[in-house]
């Protein structure tokens, strides 16, 4: 579909909407079929042009009103360790389009390989829709690396968006999380990040990258559950349920080793449910690996939360390891002051945080321009 089918699809249909018009009434008050009210609203082709005046009479419009696009539309982009999700909405907040992706962490996969899977769901995305009319707020994992983010700028910028700004994942969560209120967000996923927002600044504990982070993610969690599984089966560890469960898959160690190097932090992450599915059952060892990291966490926001104010400090938690029902027991067993905050799983799409960032990016720039 060419932008101006696209433009006047739109403008039809909501014309016609706007004057309380169904498409049979106007399909008889032209003379013309529902099917070709529907083709026209559907962007497949446009009117000629007698037809196009005598449209115009009827809806009491000049023809140009079909072809003015006014539209503006948000773009929200959320990367973190395993998936991109992307999400276009218009200024209503409709939902125009989305698309799951792999992973985007330059970090991980390098700018190249990053950049590449960006472009393809970007333009997966958007379809047809002018980047001209477009507002973007990408949340991406490594985006703000002194290495990488200058490339993913100059990479958003050939686009031509009507604005965009690249930043971290966790402004994401900070968004649909806090909004604007003193708190702090906890990403608990492959990696993990904290954020501490004070009066609209924000501050970030850990999220050093997997080499650093002592703990937390589903990556630091799986390592030490295969360490557990190897440390047992030489006789150096306690017997573990653990090795009772890769052991169903992975009878050879070397062959495990192996698939373990070559699949490298992502393969290494998803043994983090093994260690939950022992620890379920009672299982020690992966019960003290789960309190040690989530100990971990709790420090960091007992740290991050000593420089606010507030009786009750808002705490939101989002990653895939907030789906496991045992992280927040635990979380909440590791606090020494429990009761000081209130812990809350976000209950939105991680993305949505990225839209509504979008939506502000959108505001701050047409103050620019009428202060201009």
């Not at 003193?182 to 904290?194: A, D, E, Q, Y």
């Amino acid at each position: 579909m060419s932008d101006i089918m696209k433009v006047f699809a739109n403008n039809f249909k909501n014309i016609r909407l706007s004057r309380g018009l169904t498409q049979k009434q106007l399909a008889d008050k032209i003379n013309f079929s529902c099917q070709s009210i529907s083709k026209w609203e559907n962007g497949i082709g446009v009117p000629d042009a007698v037809t196009l005046a005598k449209i115009a009479r009827v809806l009491s419009v000049s023809i140009d009103s079909f072809f003015i696009d006014e539209n503006i539309y948000f773009l929200g982009i959320d990367g973190g360790g395993t998936k991109t999700v992307y999400t276009l909405v218009d200024e209503k907040q409709n939902k125009i389009n989305e698309f799951r992706g792999d992973n985007c962490n330059p970090v991980d996969i390098g700018i190249e390989l990053s950049t590449k899977r960006l472009e393809d769901g970007i333009r997966m995305v958007c379809n047809d829709i002018p980047f001209t009319k477009i507002y973007a707020f990408a949340g991406i994992a490594g985006a703000i690396s002194a290495k990488f983010n200058p490339a993913l700028k100059e990479f958003f910028q050939k686009f031509g968006f009507a604005a965009f700004e690249v930043n971290s994942d966790n402004c994401n969560i900070v968004s649909s999380g806090l909004g604007k209120s003193n708190g702090i967000s906890v990403i608990l996923g492959t990696g993990i990040c904290i954020y501490r927002q004070k009066d609209g600044e924000q501050k970030r504990y850990s999220g050093w990258g997997y080499f650093f982070d002592n703990g937390g993610s589903s990556f630091n969690i799986g390592r030490e559950g295969i360490a557990a599984h190897f440390e047992a089966l030489d006789g150096i560890g306690e017997p573990t349920e653990i090795s009772k469960i890769i052991l169903e898959d992975h009878k050879d160690s070397n062959t495990f080793l192996g698939e373990l190097y070559d699949g490298g932090k992502k393969e290494i992450s998803y043994y983090s449910r093994v260690v939950y599915t022992a620890a379920s059952h009672g299982d020690k060892v992966a019960l003290d690996i789960l309190r040690r990291n989530m100990r971990c966490v709790a420090k960091i926001i007992e740290v991050a939360a000593s420089e606010l104010c507030e009786d009750t400090i808002p705490v939101v938690l989002a990653g895939g390891l907030t789906c496991e029902v045992l992280t927040m027991e635990i979380l909440k067993s590791e606090l020494s002051d429990c009761e000081r905050y209130d812990l809350k799983i976000l209950g939105v799409p991680p993305v949505q945080g990225a839209i509504i960032l979008a939506t502000e990016l959108a505001a701050k720039e047409k103050m620019k321009g009428e202060n201009s």
